[in-house]
């Protein structure tokens, strides 16, 4: 799986748009990009996924750059209950690849602070 | 949306008193994973199961067993537990093994002492 890069952490004031950056440079065709985020020693929980077209579900939006090196990820108001440790993952999409197991390797991920 | 329960919680035990940490789900899926997560270390892949009866080692399975009997459960079992294996654990779940997202499980903090 391709190696991601993201900031360690970012501070963002409540009510305001949160854009967490991950890079990419070395991601595969046949490679998703996944976020997740842990809350404090909580069970990390599943936020999006996209391949190369921008995505969007109830949580968040998620933007890939046109050669999918970068991607964004963007919580469009940011709530205290926001405040958690993001990860960027990417993972390829076939089961050959994977050797059957559907391992996600979390990096250190950003640790996103979100504040009145 | 998937539910995944571990039990216990939370497990303060001695070194070598065998014990089994469980995993069950609501949503008939047929992956299922147990990580361990270290400080400084990350989330690290223990066993994972493609379906009933099919398990195999991830990155750390020295000292854990497993077993996938019925597709609802997916036990975790130390035998002989040590010290080095006082961790949060979680249990992860997907509806199959690749291109879908996994739910993870709150986690059962061990302490072997």
């Known amino acids: 799986d391709a190696k991601t890069t993201q900031p360690p952490s970012m501070d963002c004031a409540e009510g305001r748009a949160a854009n967490l950056p991950c890079n990419h440079s070395t991601i595969s065709g046949n490679e998703y990009v996944y976020w997740y985020r842990q809350i404090h020693s909580q069970g990390p929980q599943y936020i999006i996924h996209?391949?190369?077209n921008n995505e969007t579900n109830e949580m968040a939006s998620l933007i890939i750059t046109e050669d999918r090196k970068s991607s964004t990820l963007i919580l469009p108001h940011a709530t205290l209950r926001d405040t958690a440790v993001y990860y960027c993952?990417?993972?390829?999409?076939?089961?050959?690849?994977?050797?059957?197991?559907?391992?996600?390797?979390f990096g250190t991920g950003t640790q996103l602070k979100v504040e009145l | 949306e998937a539910q995944v329960t571990q039990n216990p919680r939370y497990l303060i035990t001695v070194t070598g008193k065998k014990l089994t940490v469980t995993c069950s789900q609501n949503m008939n899926h047929e992956y299922m994973s147990w990580y361990r997560q270290d400080p400084g270390l990350g989330l690290r892949q223990i066993y994972y199961s493609m379906n009933v009866e099919v398990t195999d080692k991830g990155d750390v399975p020295e000292g854990y067993k497993v077993s996938r009997k019925e597709k609802r459960n997916f036990p975790l079992i130390l035998e002989s537990p040590s010290p080095n294996q006082t961790s949060l654990y979680f249990c992860a779940l997907s509806r199959e093994p690749i291109n879908q997202p996994q739910h993870f499980g709150d986690g059962t903090r061990l302490s072997i002492l």
């Open positions: 996209g391949l190369k």
């Open positions: 993952i990417v993972r390829v999409s076939t089961l050959i690849l994977t050797g059957g197991g559907n391992k996600l390797t």
